[in-house]
């Protein structure tokens, strides 16, 4: 039984599930890995140094699959602003259809994409920011509760709420993210009204994640309680897995007065690189969201798919249906 939604039938997949763009991680090979699954996959076009590597990048996906994938744009206030315009015309040159933006004040970039006939997901964390962005033209809303990796916004609404109210309110399809990571997730997210899930942390325990193995095998460690909430008294919220970094950075801004430039030198993203390309998990801060409380292995990308979609079928066809069974007898 296929999972055909409004999700997989927008973008040609097989099956309802994207590994949206992470910094130091959204790159060819895993990208093409999950295009090769079946699911929906994105390079991150600011871990590329510049818009020409981005080209060259998104010229290795295409080396590895002809399935559909996409590029994500994140526009977030930074230490050295990026060339945000430059990064957007590399993408559009390039040929890519498929685009998922995040962050601040996206418009120039949703109107230049849309011009250029790309498809936009907008990843929002909250229903007030997807209906602007709906307003904005987009295709679909990614959005993200607070149990995510990343930034889950200052309103605190985890995704059993904030999915539902989302669906109500939106006349495009959304997908869900924040906290997925395995069938029983999927069958939830479509049942409280998305059209499939986004899946982040859950990726970056996989073969074909090219981070150090310190990282994996520390997210394997880790439980639901083990991240970190970063930049809340800057109104700047970030989940972070926790270590000695995330612990000193919490405990620096909580002080009476402290400011960025407090913590400046700890979160410096050239240390969350170092974290991720050469394992020293005392080096800097590294994304995970709640979801690795759920992740007991590091499976190739396909097989996790393909495992994600089997449990989603299972649940679907034996638990559900057993339910209405019961009910039937009950009522005879």
Known sequence: MALSTAFTRMFGIEHPIAMGGMQWVGRAPLVAAVANAGALGFLTALTQPSPEELVREIGRVRDRTDKPFGVNLTILPTMRPPPYAEYRRAIIESGVTIVETAGHRPQEHVEDFKRAGVRVIHKCTAVRHALAAERMGVDVISIDGFECAGHPGEDDVPGLI???????????PIIASGGFA???????????????????????????????????????????????LIFRNLRNTARVGKNVVSDAVVEILSRPEAQFEDVAHLVA??????????????????????????????????????????????????????????????AV
């Open 162 to 172: 904030l999915i539902p109210a989302a669906a109500d309110r939106l006349k495009i």
């Open 182 to 228: 395995d069938g029983r997730g999927l069958v939830a997210a479509l049942a409280l009204g998305a059209e499939g899930i986004n899946m982040g942390t859950r990726f970056l325990a996989t073969r074909e994640c090219a981070i150090h193995d310190n990282v994996k095998q520390k997210i394997l460690a880790s439980d639901e309680r083990d991240t970190s």
């Open 269 to 330: 993203g050239q240390k969350g690189k170092a974290v991720m390309e050469d394992g020293d998990l005392s080096a800097g801060l590294y994304w995970a969201g709640q979801a690795q409380g759920l992740i007991h292995d590091i499976p190739a990308v396909g097989d996790l798919v393909s495992r994600i979609v089997r449990e989603a079928q299972d649940i679907l066809r034996g638990r559900l249906d057993r339910l209405f069974a019961d009910a039937t007898e009950v």
